[in-house]
Each structure stands twice: as C-alpha cells, then as structure tokens.
C-alpha cells in the first residue's frame, strides 16, 4: 500500500539552521553571537505587561489584535488598516508566497541572503531565483530587475541585508521600484531597520506609500528583543493587508506576545538608547577589524560579516575554542552578532589572532 504523500516540494525544503547555543566552558563566560539576537533585557515595562497577559492563557487571543494594531498605528502614523500582524517577520514570508504564488511562480531575492526566503518558497512550491549579491555584500538590484520574468510573482530586497550587512539607499530602491512591474509585489524586509545609520537611508513609510505593490516587513525580534516571543508586521496598501491577514494563522500572534509588544512600543526611549548603544559597539568592532586589515562588508544591522570562503569551518572554531559562537555559512563566510562589550571585545582578539 502507497503510504500518504506530501506535496514534492516538501522533501525538497531546505533545514533551517538555527544559530547554535553557547557550549559551557567552565571559568569563560560564554556568549552566542549566532543569532542576531539582543544582548539586552526586555525593555522597562515588558515583563510585567507579559506577566499580567499570562494569567489569562486560559482565554483566546484577541483575534483581531486590536489594541496592538492601534499601537502600532499611532506609532508609525499610518492606518491600522494598512497594518497585518504574524508570527514574527519569519510568518510574513510564508505568507506571502503562500498568498501570491501559484506552483512554479517564481520569487526572486538575492544571495546570500537570509535563509529562511528559500525555505518559504519551497514550501510555497514557488521557484526561487537568487540573485547573487555584489563582492561587498550589497544587492545587486539591476541583476535582480533584470531577473523579473513573466512568472514573477513577489522580489524580496532585504535591507539591511542578512548575513552580509549593507543596506539599500533610497535613491537605488527607488530607481529599483521604477523598473519593476506594477503586478511583482515588491518585499522590503526592514528586519534591521532600527540600526542603519547611513546617508540616504531607506524611508519605508513614504516608499510604500508612494508604491501600491510595495509592502514593508518589520519585527520585533531584533532592536526590541523580542525573539522569543514571535511578532512581526508589515505595512502596505489595504488590499494587500487584507490579503495578508486572510492567510495568516488564526490567532497566531500569542496574548502575552501582543503584550509584550505593546509594552515595548510604549518604552520607545529606552529602546532607542539601547539601539544606539549596539549602533557604537558596531562601529567599534568594525573599524577595529578594518584596522586590523579584515576587509568586511559595511554592516548596518547587529552583525558583521567575514567573508571566509573555505576557512568560514576553522573561523568557527576558533571562535567556539574562546567561547563565542558565530554562525558559520559552509564554505561561504561567518555571520557574528554584536553583542556584549566583553563578547565583542573576544570577537576583536580572535580576529588579530586569526590569520587574514
Ligand atoms: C531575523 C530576521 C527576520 C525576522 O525574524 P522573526 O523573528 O521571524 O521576526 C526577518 N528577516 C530577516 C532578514 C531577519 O534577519
């Protein structure tokens, strides 16, 4: 007798690799750098907030995410309408090429890039095409124009990009967005948004305002430290809101998540010290291996980039050897989150030790 069988695509979904725990090495404290996490606790408020929404777990999540959704709304100033909630940035994506692609529509990202769009498009049975990112790590968004086929159904432009670190300029996203096709939806991930310092940075409210097939994609898991507790949104047009909540998991986003978020909104000043204080660890620790001749990407999230090749195994474990541990992409390079002044400081005396 044939056994049940899921669709083809299944068994061809990639593992997602998650970033490894800290190894416990008596003496050293040890510090997970993998995952683009934040260093620090939640923010004032949080747990409380999270703490009261736990004591009622035996109720339902307020399904229409009301008080969250206005939250939100006030703080970015754009209709709540224009707003849909899922289970971390991680969920939109699914979603999304679950709501736009038909089998063997194609989604077109750049590479390397984070690893969970070709998951999301494999699942989806959508056919993914990378594009592969320029020798300093930024999009090659002329590529990926060039890329857009009758078949295209949704671009994914992640800016910051993860793991290689440079973000797109407004003047490139907008010259990018005049190529596009008005029927491709265009995916901003804006994962790391709260960390880029650059000129002409990215403003995402006005180009999806301006832009009915754009849609942003932001998260609470990194700036705010959230990870945990899986909240993501993205912004668009009401129509593609629409489309978004109708294939999002029915109450999927957790009454104590929804809390924790809106506790979180609400400590904005502390979130924006926090975020600068990450933003001058970042700085530190990268001009500190540029003066020590490491050539990284320019990172504008929480992590930097060492483009390794066939050393990315013995950087790793060098890295494991002094307690850190970094996300190793085989044969490609090392991912490494900024994290604690004393972690980064490790991460600064392994790279003089390590051979350039
Ligand atoms: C971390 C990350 C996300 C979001 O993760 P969630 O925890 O699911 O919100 C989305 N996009 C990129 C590029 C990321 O690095």
Known sequence: MPAPQPRPNVQRIPAYVPGKP???????????????????PPLPGVVEAADAAARQMNRYPDMGATALYAALAGHLGVPADHLSLATGSVGLIYQVLNGWCEPGDEGVYAWRSFEAYPIAATAAAATSVQVPVLPDGRHDLDAMAAAITDRTKVVQVCTPNNPTGPAVTQTELDAFLAKVPPHVLVVVDEAYLEFVRMDDPVDGIATYAAHDNVVLFRTFSKAYGLAGFRVGYAVSNAPIAAAL??????????????????????????????????????????????ELGWDVPEPQGNFVWFGLGERTGDFAAAADAVALTVRPFAGEGVRVSIGEVEANDRLLALAADFPR
């Open 22 to 40: 800290p190894e416990v090495r008596p003496g050293t404290t040890a510090y997970k750098l993998s995952s683009n996490e934040n260093p620090y």
């Open 245 to 290: 909540r109708a294939v999002s998991l029915p109450f999927g986003v957790s009454s104590v998540a929804q809390a924790a978020a809106i506790a979180s909104l609400e400590a904005h000043d502390a979130l924006l010290e926090r975020v600068e204080a990450l933003v001058v660890e970042r700085a530190r620790v990268y001009d500190g291996l540029r």
